[in-house]
């Protein structure tokens, strides 16, 4: 039997607002969720890819926390969101006054949810529900919430990553201290300490930091 998604996402979740960003509420999962104690078999099962949408991730937070702080960063601009999940960074963009914002991930699961994000604070998002890595430039600035935490995704990020600049694009890079963030190509523009959630870090409180790609200084 096929879930719908929007039934499991209401079902599943909580209206919760992330610490460091509370002008922004969202569809999570806590602990007190089952959400948050299925096994990844369980989630197999119901043909459900790790939920990653249900959380409100450092990097994210941190990023989403700039644009809101900075909406001339975003503002009358078109933007995409990479990797957008809950689509958090998302709908800071369309709150700071993009012109367009496009939230882009592979997971299916993450349409409805940042649809549903987005309906509850009040903003529209365009939804790319592909693999866009690689792509020629199509907006104005790109942001990208905890994306250098794997070792071959980040080898295939840094040459889109600076195409994308070489081309005129602004990318922002919001990142929690992951092993292979390529802080040596960039230049940090703020730094946030973030409440996370033990279970799902290391520690209660991530620093973490917003980049700009392409940028580094000398």
Not at 15 to 34: D, G, Q, T
Not at 191 to 196: G, I, K, Q, R, S
């Amino acid at each position: 039997m096929r879930t719908d998604p929007e039934s499991f996402v209401r079902a599943n979740t909580g209206i919760l607002m992330p610490p460091h960003v509370p002008e922004i509420r969202l569809h999570l999962a806590s602990e007190a969720h089952e959400l948050w104690l299925k096994t990844e078999e369980e989630l197999e099962q119901i043909g459900l890819p790790p939920p990653f949408w249900a959380f409100a991730w450092a990097g994210g937070q941190g990023l989403a926390r700039f644009i809101l702080d900075h909406p001339e960063t975003v503002r009358g601009r078109r933007v995409v969101d990479f990797a957008s999940g809950s689509g958090l960074v998302a709908i800071a963009a369309k709150m700071a006054g993009a012109d367009e914002v496009v939230a882009a991930d592979i997971d299916p699961w993450c349409e409805t949810a940042a649809r549903l994000n987005a309906e509850l604070n009040g903003v529209s998002l365009a939804f790319a529900a592909a693999d866009i890595v690689g792509s020629e430039r199509a907006a104005d600035v790109y942001l990208a919430g905890d994306v250098f935490y794997d070792k071959s995704f980040a080898a295939l990020l840094l040459p889109w990553f600076d195409a994308l600049e070489r081309a005129g694009a602004v990318v922002l890079v919001g990142d929690p201290g992951r092993a292979y963030c390529p802080r040596e190509r960039m230049t940090p523009l703020a730094t946030y300490e973030v409440p996370v959630t033990r279970a799902l870090e290391d520690c209660e409180v991530k620093r973490t930091t917003v980049w700009r790609f392409g940028q580094a200084a000398s």
